[in-house]
Nanobody, 125 residues
């Protein structure tokens, strides 16, 4: 049973920072490509950031490029999303996702096998 557990969400004022964590258990983390997605109120789930299984390749949505950083610690089976310069439009439930095959990064919801339960991020103006 693969489990992904996010943490680190919360409420912050615009311009602030948060770091999300996603701990993965039940499979070999180092062989999994990882991604972060978000879903705002009344919106579809959208891509935020992705990392290849080695962490050597990453990708970001244009809306977060330069503000968010995805990283991973394969020794701790954990992927992180550092979010700086937060804006009210970043308010959403953030989900981490894992994909069991492939050496690249992946940007589509349908490309991921496993999902966490989500963590709420609220940014006030």
């Amino acid at each position: 049973q693969v489990q992904l557990v996010e943490s680190g969400g919360g409420s912050v004022q615009a311009g602030g920072s948060l770091r999300l964590s996603c701990a993965v258990s039940g499979r070999t983390f180092s062989t999994s490509a990882m991604g972060w997605f978000r879903q705002g109120p009344g919106k579809e789930r959208e891509f935020v950031a992705a990392s290849s299984r080695s962490g050597g390749s990453t990708s970001y949505a244009d809306s977060v490029k330069g503000r968010f950083t995805i990283s991973r610690d394969n020794a701790k089976n954990t992927v992180y999303l550092q979010m700086n310069s937060l804006k009210p439009e970043d308010t959403a439930v953030y989900y981490c996702a894992a994909r069991s095959l492939g050496s690249a990064f992946f940007q589509s919801v349908w490309e991921y096998n496993y999902w966490g339960q989500g963590t709420q991020v609220t940014v006030s103006s």
